[in-house]
């Protein structure tokens, strides 16, 4: 029997269609969620009059993005000032869409070639 030809379309297992939508589905929950963050700061104080005592600024703020922070903000400076502009990083944005597009890539890969190679062990 000749082999068939070759698919004019770019073509996808089913199984390796619904793995990807939950990766993907994964990835906007972990981009969307609103994650809690600390800095916490340790400063010496440059003044002879005073003690050399180590001082601790602590400040909160809510992330949104995975892996890098794409979007953050204070949740006490938008209790006093509702309409504060939310600042977006491009760059940590374009980072973002890089990894979720190499993670998705990769799923792809390691699934077809799993169905690739458990298809040529049954022919042989």
């Not at 992330?63 to 979007?71: E, K, L």
Request: glycine residues 4%; charged residues 20%; hydrophobic residues 45%.
């Amino acid at each position: 029997m000749p082999p068939p030809p070759p698919h004019r379309h770019f073509q996808i297992h089913l199984s390796t269609a619904i793995v990807l939508m939950f990766v993907a589905g994964g990835l906007i929950w972990a981009n969307v969620r609103e994650k809690p963050s600390v800095i916490v700061e340790n400063e010496m104080p440059s003044s002879p009059l005073r003690k050399k005592r180590k001082y601790t600024y602590i400040s909160y703020f809510n992330c949104r993005g995975w892996p890098c922070c794409v979007t953050s903000n204070n949740p006490l400076v938008k209790l006093w000032q509702p309409d504060t502009e939310v600042k977006i990083n491009y760059l940590n944005a374009g980072l973002d869409v890089a990894t979720a597009a190499l993670l998705l890539f990769l799923v792809w890969f390691i699934l077809e070639s799993l169905i690739r190679r458990r298809a040529a062990q049954k022919e042989s």
